[in-house]
């Protein structure tokens, strides 16, 4: 979704805004702009296109301001084009700025403002901050800024600069992330530290309702209240060389590959075989209520949402506590029942996804516990929840989520040890899941030594336009995760169904056109499964299946088959989850899609 990036100090703005914009592109977006102090004035590029053609166009212009603001822009309102594009003006082209979020009374405003004679260029809602601010414009920015934004409703992360206060930027913050980086006489304004790790790991995170004025030397901030804050200064252990590409084609091969080390993270320093449970130090101060539990919901989107899907069988399997799990967006929008003893954990790979942190606000609001599964260290799902676990799986790049995926189901397994560990689940048994939880990465490794076979499923499957991806048990949110990773990157229909399920309606789908990509690793309900495929079979299916190595009855009835190692049911959706992230990964090259950055889709979605 929507990137900004913002710079001063005392070298050329241009490089490190388009720099920063470039490491933004992962987030998804259809146009781009710049605006630089130069000389006195506000100079502005943008184009509808990518941020290279905007490269092209400032380098024609050549900009040599050092203070400017950049955006990515991900349409809401207003189609994707040039006018559109962010950074927007003033009447007077003194202000310019760039918003992610938005702007909810846009419409009240716009009229307001046109009736005072303000003139609109674009059909964005952005645009009134820009001419509200130029309307109570009081001599000084930082000021103006508060009493603008307080009548502003919605959500904002934004950055401002005007040619009256040329030695300064700003920024502020209401639901949309955005981070400053302090530099060496130079300081920068992000909506994610990968726009601007190449020149400092020193954060400062915005609250909502703040506001920040930047110089070269100083980052002064002050509250929604107007009372000056001290802020932390926070430094960032993700280096450069984990956003960057390290000789693959795209950052979701590298990601896919990426998770034997990732799953090794994730684990490290968490389990304890003596006494058969996992630790996590975040949940500490909350396991007195973890102890009582009668019920917990686990809600997310997308992915992430899939890892929640596992996490019911897992707690549930483990802990025998009961689990509901919840789409974000219809828990937050549907009076949900939280009772004392309820726990909602929130799971989200980017920490920033509206939907999820709207879950968060109203576990909050009803007065019930919030407990965070995130990626991103700082994100706002992080800051926001009353405790929670990292995944630690490192930054993830890629739109389509995959390490980030595989270490949410890990963490998830933890919590359910942990959580069966304090309740019935005998010390003989929570030793045998830290020895098969320890397995993992070497597992996952094996898996990812065979990429070359999945290649040539992936060649056979990328002439058809739909699939079918099945499972059972802990394997049916793995066929849903299969399937989206198809579907977002490759833009072939697939679904995802439960195996049994498909007799009750989609077998009408199935002929000698339909290839039907069955998880079949050998578990208690095999048998079963085998008589699905065989049914499939009957109609002439195209079956490719996902099997424990050795198994010869399902590789006979396969058209193609993947073997992966031999796992306890609970471990597997992890390790059968690798060759659908590959297989989705090589028909998407195969049919010429732009993997990392899939269309329509954004990295973090933080609009409703
Ligand atoms: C799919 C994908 C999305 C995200 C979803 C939630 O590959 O990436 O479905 O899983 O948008 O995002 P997070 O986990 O950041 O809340």
């Not at 919030?370 to 700082?378: E, P, Q």
Request: net charge negative; proline share 3%; glycine share 8%.
């Amino acid at each position: 979704m929507c990137g900004i990036v913002g710079y001063i100090g005392n070298k050329s703005a241009v490089p490190i805004l388009i720099d920063g914009l470039k490491r933004l592109e992962y987030r998804g977006y259809d146009s781009a702009g710049l605006a630089i102090l130069e000389n006195g004035s506000i100079m502005i590029e943008k184009t509808k296109g990518k941020v290279q053609e905007l490269q092209e166009l400032v380098e024609e212009s050549s900009f040599s301001g050092t203070a400017g603001i950049a955006h990515t822009r991900w349409a809401t309102h207003g189609e994707p084009n040039r006018k559109n594009a962010h950074p927007h003006l003033d009447c007077n082209s003194d202000i310019a700025i760039v918003h992610n979020g938005i702007i909810e009374n846009y419409v009240a405003l716009k009229k307001y403002l046109e009736d005072k004679g303000h003139v609109f260029k674009s059909d964005t809602d952005t645009e009134v901050i820009a001419h509200l601010i130029e309307d109570d414009y009081n001599g000084s920015l930082f000021e103006t800024l508060a009493i603008s934004l307080a009548k502003v409703e919605g959500t904002y992360g934004l950055a401002v600069i005007s040619k009256k206060e040329p030695d300064k930027i700003f920024a502020a913050r209401k639901g949309s992330p955005l981070i400053i980086g302090k530099g060496k006489k130079a300081n920068y304004i992000a909506s994610d530290v990968a726009a601007i790790l190449r020149y400092t790991n020193e954060i400062i995170y915005l609250e909502d309702g703040e506001v920040a004025e930047l110089t070269c030397e100083d980052i002064s901030v002050k509250s929604e209240d107007n009372i000056h804050v001290r802020k932390k200064i926070q430094q960032i252990s993700w280096s450069l060389a984990m956003i960057e590409k390290d000789g693959f084609e795209h950052f979701m091969l590298k990601e896919i590959h990426e998770q034997k080390t990732s799953l090794l993270n994730t684990l490290r320093g968490r389990l304890n075989y003596e006494e058969g449970t996992a630790r996590l130090d975040g949940l500490i101060k909350y396991i007195e209520y973890l102890k009582k539990a009668q019920r917990i919901i686990l809600t997310a989107c997308g992915t992430s949402w899939h890892s929640a899907l596992i996490g019911e069988y897992l707690i549930e399997e483990l802990a025998g506590i009961p689990v509901e799990v919840e789409y974000a967006s219809e828990f937050r929008y549907r009076s949900p029942i939280i009772n004392q003893d309820d726990i909602v954990f929130v799971i989200s790979q980017s920490g920033e996804t509206a939907d999820t942190l709207g879950a968060l606000h109203e576990t909050k609001r009803k007065g019930g516990i919030v407990l965070g599964i995130c990626n991103v260290v700082g994100s706002t799902i992080a800051r926001e929840n009353n405790a929670g676990v990292y995944i630690h799986a490192g930054p993830e790049i890629g739109v389509a989520s995959t390490k980030a995926f595989t270490s949410q189901v890990l963490v998830l397994t933890m919590i359910a040890l942990m959580l069966g560990r304090m309740r019935n689940l005998p010390l003989e048994r929570g030793r045998e899941v830290v020895k098969a939880l320890r397995e993992i990465p070497d597992l996952v490794g094996e898996v990812l030594k065979k990429d070359e076979e999945i290649k040539k499923i992936a060649d056979l499957l990328a002439g058809h336009n739909n699939a079918l991806y099945l499972g059972r048990g802990y394997n049916f949110p793995v066929a849903l995760e299969g399937a989206l990773k198809l579907k977002e990157i490759s833009y072939v229909h697939a679904e995802g169904y439960p195996a049994a399920e498909m007799k009750h309606g989609p077998i009408a789908l199935i002929d000698t056109k339909m290839p039907v990509i069955v998880i079949a690793t050998k578990d208690a309900i095999y048998e079963k499964i085998m008589s699905n495929i065989a049914e499939i079979k009957a109609r002439q299916g195209i079956i490719v299946s996902i099997i424990t190595r050795g198994d010869t009855k399902i590789k006979e009835l396969s058209d193609n088959y993947f073997e992966v190692p031999s796992t306890p049911n609970f471990i597997s959706p992890i390790i059968n989850t690798i060759p659908l992230q590959l297989l989705a990964y090589y028909v998407a090259v195969k049919r010429g899609c732009h993997v990392d950055q899939p269309r329509n889709l954004a990295k973090s979605v933080t609009v409703e």
